[in-house]
């Protein structure tokens, strides 16, 4: 998928890692060619510096969006979202962060849930890296109280999971 989006940006370095920064960040399009996230108008010339490029790059990529079906679509719904990871602990909320042997497997994210269920605790934001974006993926579980010991032996015994962090 990303790479259907990227390669339309192939022949435009400048214009690729603009788009780059866009998905990174969940960046929207709108039907004006303003980069938003949201209602807020982000400035192209901050897009520009984050890229590595100069402000026009930003423009021309806008205008390649807008002329495009299928990224005119993709960049006005995608959407930005509060991830909880960073203050979690500050809202007394455990995390756990499970880094998978194969992030391709199918079922880890089941796995996981089910094990973390099976211990009384629940998961109120679950997230996963996406493999485009990231060399080393994660699964990463917000949950409502702070995770015991007990849960983290267990989902080590998972053969789906390489190793687990919490905080």
């Known amino acids: 998928m990303w790479s259907g989006i990227l390669a339309r940006f192939a022949k435009f370095p400048a214009q690729e890692r603009v788009a780059e920064v866009l998905l990174e960040h969940g960046f929207q399009v709108d039907s004006a060619g303003a980069v938003v996230s949201g209602s807020i108008r982000i400035p192209d010339t901050e897009i520009a510096r984050e890229a590595k490029v100069d402000r026009r790059a930003v423009d021309e990529t806008t ?54 269920a099976a211990c009384g605790v629940c998961v109120r934001q679950a997230v996963t890296d996406d493999s485009y974006f990231v060399d080393d993926p994660k699964l990463t579980l917000i949950c409502d109280t702070r995770v015991p010991g007990a849960l983290v032996e267990r989902l080590l015994r998972l053969t789906s999971v390489k190793g687990v962090a919490i905080f």
């Open 63 to 116: 205008a390649t969006i807008l002329g495009d079906e299928m990224l005119k679509d993709f960049f006005s719904n995608i959407k930005t979202f509060v991830f909880l990871r960073d203050v979690a602990p500050v809202l007394g909320l455990g995390v756990i962060v499970i880094t998978p042997r194969d992030a391709s497997q199918i079922g880890i994210i089941e796995g996981v849930a089910q094990t973390v």
